[in-house]
């Protein structure tokens, strides 16, 4: 039992980590709405655009991952007694998995906020601006909950890596 309670407790904070994305995606409409409603001079209008792109997409990120999270946990007490053995191997090579797609992300989204930096510098109109700062903020949200969900990811492979996975089918 102590890979499922393993599993089971990684799987919800997953879950709570992900909201995250759901409540900065909230923070961008709500900036939206603000310049739309408040925005006076022409940057303040050209976010208008992009703070509602990019809370929309975290919204969908967020709750694209929450859903698929919330149903992982359910799923994980059925896989555990169907076949321990075929769970545990499962979540090994998930856990791989997962910790090689970050690998791939935190290379990325640093050359994006790079991109993103140089179109401040090198293309002076309103739109391109609030597009590129927009951007670095949203990529940035990405980075935090991102990184933090990097270092559950490894913490929870090595773990599942000490359980003595026979001592687990016998129970």
Same mark, same amino acid.
């Given at each position: 039992?102590?890979? %499922? ?25 709500? =900036? !939206?709405?603000?310049?739309? /409603?408040?925005?006076?001079?022409? %940057? =303040?209008? =050209? ?6 792109? =990019? ?9 694209? %991952? *929450?859903? $698929? *999270?919330? /149903?992982?946990?359910? /799923?994980?007490?059925?896989?555990? *007694? $169907?076949? $321990?053995?075929?769970?545990? /191997?499962?979540?090994?090579?998930? !856990? ?20 993103? !930096? ?5 293309? *002076? ?6 597009? !590129? ?10 980075? %935090? ?27």
């Amino acid at each position: 039992m102590e890979l %499922l309670k393993l599993a089971t407790e990684w799987a919800k904070a997953e879950v709570f980590s992900t909201r995250f994305f759901i409540l900065f995606a909230i923070g961008f409409l709500i =900036a !939206s709405v603000g310049f739309w /409603q408040l925005g006076k001079t022409d %940057l =303040a209008k =050209a976010y208008i655009i992009p703070t509602l792109v =990019a809370g929309v997409l975290l919204l969908i990120i967020g709750s694209g %991952l *929450n859903y $698929t *999270n919330i /149903q992982r946990v359910k /799923q994980f007490e059925k896989d555990f *007694n $169907t076949d $321990t053995s075929a769970f545990y /191997q499962s979540e090994i090579e998930r !856990s791989e998995s997962t910790l090689k797609e970050y690998t791939v992300v935190f290379k990325v989204i640093p050359i994006l906020i790079i991109i993103a !930096s140089l179109l401040i510098l090198f293309v *002076n109109t309103p739109t391109w601006r609030a597009i !590129s700062i927009t951007t670095i903020a949203m990529l940035i949200v990405i980075l %935090l909950v991102d990184g933090t969900a990097h270092s559950r990811i490894e913490s929870y492979h090595k773990e599942l890596k000490l359980v003595d996975i026979e001592n687990e089918i016998i129970k």
